[in-house]
Each structure stands twice: as C-alpha cells, then as structure tokens.
C-alpha cells in the first residue's frame, strides 16, 4: 500500500487489525516546523514601539492624525533598521477602521493583521524592485495605481522595496504619475543606496519626502533583546547580548537573527561562549598571547601562532577585526580610559600587558593594522595568511623604531604642534626659529660676566632664522614617517634610548646656524647679487615661477657656472625631470624664474647626470633606494647625521 505522507509502500494489514510488517510510522507533525522567526513575531504594530528612528515614526504619525500625508515617500538607511516596518505601519494607520485621533493604528483588526503580516491586501501592494525592475513592470504599476481603492475612505500603499534597483526606464516611466498622483494613492520607496537613485533618477528625490533613517544604537539593541528574552522566557547575560548588539552593525533584525541563532545552538542557554562560537569570533585569550610574544620581544613565535589560529578554525579576516578592537581598546587603557565592551575579567588582563606598550607606540600598531584595513590587501589576497603575518611582525618592531617627527624634536628642531596638520605656515616657521634664538641668547647672557661682549643691547635685531625652519620639518615628516633601529643596541631600554636623544640634542646644538646669506644679499642689494647656485637653492626653496610639478625633480639638481660664456649648467638624472626640461616652454619658464633672482635672464644649458644607472651596472634595489632616499634627507636636515650614525639608524617607510 502506498503512503502518501513518506512516499513509500508499506504492507497491508490483516482482517484482524494486526500488522503484516513492520509497524507503520506516525504522519508527519506540521507543527513542527512552524516556528516563527523572532524577527518577524516581535516586529513593531504601532509607530511607539519604533527603536531609535522617533524623527521617522513621529512625523508619520502626526502627518496622519492632522492629515497632512504625502504622496510619496522615501526611506534610505542600512539594512534591518525599520525601513519596510514603517513602510507597513503607515498603510496600516492609513486603513485602520479603528485609528484613533493619535495617527496609531489599532494593530489588531483584520486590516492591520492582513497589512503586518505581508498578505494579499487589495489596497496595500509590496514591489520587490530587484526582480521587477523593468521598464514594462513600472508601467504596469502606474496602470494599477489609477484605479480607485476597494473601499471609501481608504488608501492605495505601494511599498517598493530594494528601489534602487529599478532602472532608468523604469523610474521614467513613474516620473509622471509622482508628480500628479491620483487621490488617496501612496507610493513608499525604500533603499539601502540613495546615492544609486540619485546618480540613475535625480528628478524623483524632489518628488518625494525623503526620510534617513539611523543606525540603532548598541543600548537600543540590548535593551531590546532584554524584552524579547523576558517574554520569551530565556535568561541571558549582558556580555553575551553586548557582543551579538555590536555584530549586528546598527540594524535590530541582524541582531534577532543571530539571537535566534544562538538559542537553536544552546537550546535556551545563552553564554558568552556560545555567542563567540555561532559568530565565529576569536576568542580574547588569543590576543592575550599575542600581546604576551610582543611584550617579551619574540618575534619569530608569530608564524607559530598564525598556524595556530589556523589549525583552530579561525577566519583570518575576523582575527584582524578582533585585532583592531584589541589594540583600540589597549590604546584608551593605555590613555585612562575604559573601554565599555570589555569585561572586568578581560580589562584586568589588558591592563596587566601594558607595561611594555606606551601611548606612542599603541598610537603606531593601530595605525599599522588600519592601513591593511584601508588598503583592503587582506580581503584581496589570495594568500592571507602572509599578509597578516607581515602585519604582526612590522608591530613586533615598532619599539625598535622612532617617528622621524620625534626624532627631529629630540635633536633640538621644531616638529609640528600634535593635532596641528603638517606642513605649518611661514607664521608658526618664524616663530619657532626666534624661540631658538632667544633662548640661545639667554644661554649666552647667563655664562657671560655683566658688561661683557657677550651681552646684546635690547635694541639689537636678533639674527636671521635659521634655515631649518618648522616648515622644513613639517616637509621632512611628510617624506618620511618612521626611522628603524637595526642595530643590536637599538634594543638597549627606554633609559639608553633617550641618552642617545640628548647626545643628539647636546650635539645639534653645536651645528651653526648661521643667518641665510642668499636671502640677506636679495633682501640688502635686490636681484643681480646672487651668484647662479645661490640664486638656484633660492629658486628650488621657494619653488616660484618653477614649473608644475617639476620642483621634486629640480631638488635633485646639480648647477653649476660656465666661464666660458656665463651659462648656467643643470644636471639632472635621466628621467621625467630631464624630459620634460626638453620642452622650450618648460625651460623658458625656469630660465625665466631664474632670471628673477639673478637680475637678468641666464643662458640654460641642459645635461643628463650619470646615464640614469647606478655605478657599475648594478640594479637598483630596495636597500639602494632607502640609502638614497635617506642621504637626501641627511642634506636638507644635517642635524640627523648624527642621530644616524650614533643610532645606527635606517630608513623604514
């Protein structure tokens, strides 16, 4: 005998009632599966009950009560925050027969639980624009939308989800009937990319009221989840809540969703663990251990431990989140604060690791881990794994290196003020350099005998500023953000580390800063009294009348006079530079700029400098290009040549 309940033949019984095989199997229970997600048994029926979007939900309520509702509506925002739930709450309240003066909606009659629970309804139609998208399924809208709703008094609502999926053809199609709408019609249009209906269909944003709706807040979220679960009967803690309210981005069906998730796992018993498990989340010990191989200098355990991770199960690309959230939070301990997603547990443990770690260098690691965030290598990468061991080792040897900002400041110059943006103007260039001086002077008065050569008069002009001015730093910082210790005693202790500082202050305080004698024969006797190579240095410093774009290529220069004939000789490396300085117009504007320090326009003379090829033949390498790069710092900042050579010091980024 066949079943129709599994599909399988089974043998008859006998006339007496007993089984002539095996007993026949119970029908299948179709209650069993008729749980409803918490998502949708807990979605709001009154504009109250709304999280976080009250500037949403008020106004279409008082819009109702004083019978002021548009005709079209759109509501953009990030998933599950309440966009297509208001959508039907503002049909429901538009066809309740039992809406009170309030703009509410009953939330209870045959309407409202036909509208609430997505069913056929004659007058409230729900459009999935990302399967009906077409220009032939928007003018079957605009048909449908001109007949008159099944019943007096009431409204036509479509709702179209997902509308910036609608094409060009589409939207045109509807441009017509948004502007002269027919009576008691309601168009809503919801969308997670305002930004695509915009640049497809601008002229339907001024047809609508369009309305943006927030990200719900993480308390907003626990609190929620804290009502469901009374109701529901299931205890829970506050970690456990905190960590699904953060994994779910700001949207509140996110967060019901890995909440019904969690329950199916632990069947009601809801823990930290098990959250971390349904999430797939590293657990925090694994970033204990890996503060723990920093901190005891160990950098060669970070392949072990990748491999670890890996043998664990754990998806790379959540351990670098979790990794920026640990050293954000290492970072605000690290600054007196306390960081509220961690537990008194976790905190203490942090805190206990932080004494290898100052401010600075936590300032460095997260900025490290940013830009594989902001660059997207890890997400691109066919092989992560190397990238996010690269990652960990660079923040294995950030103690061995020194921004060059600090550096610059540690030698006794003038780094940019913290919180001020690079590249600082002639004002504060000025200002630092007759803060030097004054203090120089006061050095000088307070070793000399009263009456002494050695004291000014008041009246004195104090000297020219110095040529490594703060905008040079600034300039300096720009190029180069990071010098590495490699040598063995780089490693010595923060003690050592700052001798070695104040060796390089007490020494750059010997280096003369002798006023800026170009500058003093323009200024004393105006142009023709600079010599072609002085006029030059002016001319690159400055860089006016210098063509665009030419002035990096220009620094590397080297000028020189003829006898012969009084022409100015540029040599410059193969290049884009040279090629460029091969256009007459290029080389007139310079010959030009040049005359204006000179007094009278030069005679140029163009030369290519070394062939464009190292000496030998030898290939150009990274190591080369990172000598190279710092010798020219070494030149426009003399005062780092001894922090290098008594450091040991070696350019990084």
């Known amino acids: 005998m066949f079943c129709f309940w599994c599909g399988v033949s089974h043998r008859p019984r006998a006339a007496s009632g007993r089984s002539l095989g095996p007993p026949h199997h119970l029908p299948w229970n179709r209650n069993a599966l008729s749980h409803t997600a918490l998502a949708r048994k807990y979605r709001p029926r009154r504009f109250a009950d709304v999280a976080t979007q009250e500037h949403v939900s008020e106004t279409l309520r008082r819009a109702i009560s004083d019978d002021r509702v548009g005709h079209a509506y759109l509501f953009c ?97 509807l441009l017509k009937i948004l502007e002269e709408p027919p009576p008691r019609v309601i168009f809503v249009f919801a969308t997670t990319e305002p930004q695509k209906i915009q640049q497809t269909a601008a002229p339907i944003l001024s047809r609508c009221q369009r309305f943006d709706f927030r990200r719900i807040g993480v308390a907003d979220i626990i609190s929620r989840l804290g009502v469901i679960l009374e109701q529901e009967g299931l205890p829970a803690p506050e970690d456990a809540l905190r960590t699904i309210a953060r994994k779910a981005d700001g949207g509140m069906r996110d967060a019901l969703s890995l909440l019904d998730q969690v329950i199916a796992l632990t069947g009601g018993e809801i823990s930290q663990e098990s959250v971390r498990q349904v999430l797939g989340l590293v657990d925090n010990e694994r970033y204990l251990e890996l503060l723990d191989i920093w901190g005891e200098g160990n950098p060669g355990e970070v392949f072990g431990f990748v491999e670890r991770l890996l043998d664990e199960g754990y998806d790379l690309v959540e351990f670098y989140h979790g990794l920026v959230d640990s050293l954000r939070a290492l970072l605000r301990l690290s600054l007196g604060g306390n960081p509220p997603d961690l537990d008194a547990e976790t905190r203490d443990a942090f805190k206990a690791r932080l004494t290898p770690f100052s401010p600075a260098d936590l300032t460095r690691m997260l900025s490290l881990a940013s830009d594989v965030e ?39 110059g003038s780094a940019p003020p913290e919180g001020a943006p690079r590249g600082s103007s002639r004002e504060g260039a000025s200002s630092a350099g007759s803060t030097s001086e004054s203090t120089g002077s006061a050095s000088e008065s307070a070793g000399s005998p009263p009456g002494s050569a050695g004291s000014a008069p008041e009246s004195a002009e104090p000297p020219e500023s110095p040529r490594a001015s703060a905008e040079s730093l600034s300039e300096l910082a720009e190029s ?124 140029i003379v163009i030369r290519a400098a070394g062939g464009g090829l190292p000496a030998g033949g030898e290939r150009i390498s990274t190591e080369s290009v990172r000598h190279d790069r710092l010798q020219g710092l070494i030149k426009r900042e003399p005062r780092l040549r001894h922090a290098v050579d008594e450091l040991d010091l070696e350019l990084l980024d």
Request: a negative charge; hydrophobic letters at 40%; glycine letters at 10%.
């Open 77 to 173: 925002g990030p998933r599950g925050v309440g966009k297509t739930t208001l959508a039907r709450m503002l049909a429901m309240a538009l066809n309740c027969p039992l809406r009170g003066d309030s703009g509410e909606p009953c939330g209870d009659c045959e309407n409202c639980a036909r509208i609430w629970g997505g069913q056929t309804a004659l007058d409230v139609v729900e459009i999935d624009a990302a399967s009906n998208r077409g220009v032939d399924d928007a003018r079957q809208l605009r048909e449908r939308a001109m007949y008159a709703p099944s019943l007096e008094g009431s409204y036509k609502v479509y709702i179209v989800d997902e509308a910036h999926m609608l094409t060009r053809e589409a939207w045109n199609a």
């Open 374 to 412: 902001s660059s997207g290598s890890l997400r691109r990468s066919p092989n992560p794994q190397v990238v996010l061991e690269m990652l960990l080792l660079r923040i294995s040897y950030v103690d061995r290196t020194i921004a060059l900002e600090e550096l610059l400041a540690g030698l006794g």
């Open 480 to 603: 180069s953000t990071e010098l590495a210790v490699v040598s063995p005693s780089a490693s010595r202790g923060a003690n050592s580390e700052d001798a070695d500082l104040e060796t390089g202050r007490d020494s750059a305080a010997t280096v003369a800063t002798a006023p800026d004698a170009p500058d003093t024969a323009l200024r004393e006797n105006g142009p023709g009294a600079l010599g072609p190579v002085d006029a030059w240095g002016l001319l690159v410093e400055r860089g006016t009348g210098v063509p665009s774009g030419m002035r990096p290529f220009l620094k590397a220069a080297t000028v020189s006079s003829s006898d012969s004939d009084g022409s100015v000789v540029i040599e410059l490396p193969a290049g884009p530079g040279l090629e460029r300085l091969e256009d007459p117009s290029a080389r007139r504007t310079l010959q030009k700029a040049l005359g204006g320090f000179m007094g009278a326009e030069p005679k």
